[in-house]
Nanobody, 127 residues
């Protein structure tokens, strides 16, 4: 059974860093794009970043560019989201998701294409 499990969320001060993990099981990580999304309080869910089947295929939201980095450890079936220089408006529940599209680049994947989701992990940025 395919599954994604996030971890790593925590309370952190502004300017701090966190690394979120998304452990996948039940499918080949190599063949599917994985996205990180977040839902901030009172706001719609938004895509933060995506990594395609090719490690060089990544996209970032404007808010994430220059601060967040997505990476994949195939040996451990894990996708990471390294978040640096965190701000209060990064406070959200962060979700990872798998797009059930084989060998499709991130630029051609939309939120509705992600059909397997983790349970989310809470990130709170506050003094």
């Amino acid at each position: 059974q395919a599954q994604l499990v996030e971890s790593g969320g925590n309370l952190v001060q502004p300017g701090g860093s966190l690394r979120l993990s998304c452990v996948v099981s039940g499918f080949y990580l190599d063949w599917h794009a994985i996205g990180w999304f977040r839902q901030r309080p009172g706001m719609a869910r938004e895509e933060v970043t995506c990594i395609g089947d090719n490690d060089g295929d990544t996209t970032y939201s404007d808010s994430a560019k220059g601060r967040f980095t997505i990476s994949r450890d195939k040996a451990n079936n894990t996708v990471y989201l390294q978040m640096n220089n965190l701000r209060s408006d990064d406070t959200a529940i962060y979700y990872c998701a798998m797009a059930d599209l084989l060998l499709v680049p991130c630029t051609d994947i939309f939120e509705e294409d992600y059909d397997l989701w983790g349970q989310g992990t809470q990130v709170t940025v506050s003094l």
